[in-house]
């Protein structure tokens, strides 16, 4: 090689002329008798490259000859502008390295969604792939720089427990030398033990769930963004919930207009949640208005379906706060409202776009008794949440927190049919491989 100084494809175009060394993939491949054109692709973009016969070495033509889709090369050339190529820019060949000649890439065009989700590792390369994986970094980077913007602490909790939090049919067992344990659902109950030390926490972790539901926004190991606060009530915490989605969107729109752009994502369907502040209604506000714009009859009680939640949204350009949901069919560890004993402080906030629940939080019950009565209710063992109930007697405070499927945030701000195309490698009911 000339030149041991390789730019980026996005660097190289940007230079815009003269000589260039890049190094990378061949996305794509076409041949002829005098030009041999690869479309060469890195971590930032795409590039056309041509290797005229004319002006190059006969060993140079031949080992180009040989290039299939996805072989690794190293290339020194000249740069222009050419309107005709796939970004705008041209190279000229005039030093190749192929690094690895690529067998036949089994990924073409036209494969079915389970055969990509097969070959995952390599559909990974994909531009729309790699376009939510760049998505993906900055919606992870940003709900770390709000929680360390506003001096949270980052606390981890165990990934392995004794027992529920959520609900148990969809606890995954696991066998821990000769006793029977537990993937987490949530951090929760271990962060409630922890705001005693540090008041304002967060972390962002795998949940497992084994869900059974075969559905677009399910996963059975997911990356859960959790929060917990001490001294917080529920207006507090839906502020806190609206604070953090405001700046994910913010910094995604950002830093991720191309990406957005290859996802064929309309971003200004985005733009509302920045500009507006997020209606807040009732569980039973929510019926009254599914009765009457939406001609739908939920009993009072019942918990909201996916299609109820898809057809409220319908009425909304942002995220919506659900409140006040009927304290009998929601965690143990939700109070009731002081004020209703039938409803409990908690909400749940549902993404626009038939994007369902993306977050889910509450106020803690502060009440052992109460605690105790709801954890016998579901068939608990109270000795399992020994450690849980004992946060309850030795100083308790009002405290709440929230927790948001970073799958489902992406899935959403990408724009994606599938929960499955916002994590590199899925896990659900029917996959665990690759
Ligand atoms: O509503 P959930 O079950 O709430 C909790 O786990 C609370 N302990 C959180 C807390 O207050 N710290 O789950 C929270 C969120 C949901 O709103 C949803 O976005 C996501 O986790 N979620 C899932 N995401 C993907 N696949 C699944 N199977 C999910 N189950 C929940
Ligand atoms: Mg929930």
Not at 358 to 376: F, Q, Y
Request: a negative charge; charged letters at 30%.
């Amino acid at each position: 090689m000339k030149s041991e100084h390789y730019l980026s494809v996005k660097e190289a175009m940007q230079k815009g002329k003269g000589e260039v060394s890049i190094r990378g993939w061949v996305y794509r491949e076409r041949k002829s008798n005098q030009f041999i054109f690869l479309v060469v692709r890195d971590y930032s973009d795409i590039i056309q490259c041509v290797i005229k016969k004319e002006k190059v070495s006969d060993d140079l033509w031949k080992s180009a000859e040989k290039i299939l889709i996805e072989s690794s090369v190293k290339l020194s050339g000249h740069i222009k502008e050419d309107k005709r190529a796939p970004t705008g820019y041209e190279v000229e060949v005039e030093d190749l390295e192929v690094v690895h000649y690529a067998e036949n890439f089994p990924v073409t065009k036209d494969q079915s969604y389970e055969y990509l989700l097969d070959i995952r590792h390599l559909w990974l390369r994909s531009r729309k792939m790699t376009a939510m994986l760049k998505v993906r970094s900055t919606v992870f980077g940003a709900i770390h720089e709000y929680f360390r913007s506003i001096g949270y602490y980052e606390f981890h909790s165990p990934i392995i427990i004794p027992g529920g939090a959520e609900c148990g049919p969809t606890l995954f067992e696991i066998k821990y030398f000769d006793k029977k344990m537990f993937l987490t659902q949530t951090w929760q109950l271990y962060a409630e033990a922890a705001i005693f030390a540090l008041e304002k926490i967060y972390t962002i972790a795998p949940s497992f769930r084994a869900e059974r539901s075969k559905t677009s926004r399910h996963l059975t190991e997911y990356w859960h963004a959790e929060v917990e606060v001490a001294w917080y009530d529920l207006e507090d915490i839906i502020d806190m919930a609206e604070g953090l989605v405001k700046h994910v969107i913010k910094r995604v729109l950002e830093k991720n207009q191309e990406e957005l752009k290859i996802l064929e994502r309309d971003a200004t369907k985005l733009e509302p949640t920045l500009k507006k502040t997020f209606p807040r209604i009732t569980y039973t506000e929510a019926l009254k208005t599914l009765k009457e714009k939406k001609g739908m009859e939920v009993e009072w009680g019942k918990d909201l379906r996916t299609i109820e939640e898809e057809k409220l949204m319908e009425l909304y350009d942002t995220p919506v706060f659900v409140t006040h949901y009927p304290k009998e069919i929601m965690a143990f560890y939700k109070p009731k409202d002081p004020e209703n004993a039938d409803v409990s402080l908690c909400f749940d906030m549902l993404g626009p776009e038939a994007n369902g629940e993306l977050i889910g939080g509450s106020e803690r019950d502060m009440d052992i008794k109460e605690l105790i009565k709801a954890l016998e209710k579901l068939g608990e063992k109270t000795e399992d949440y020994s450690y849980y109930l004992d946060t309850r007697k030795y100083g308790s405070v009002p405290h709440a927190g929230f927790g948001m499927g970073v799958e489902r945030l992406v899935k959403w701000i990408c724009g994606l049919d599938n929960i499955k195309d916002a994590i590199p490698f899925p896990r659900t009911m029917n996959r665990a491989n690759p």
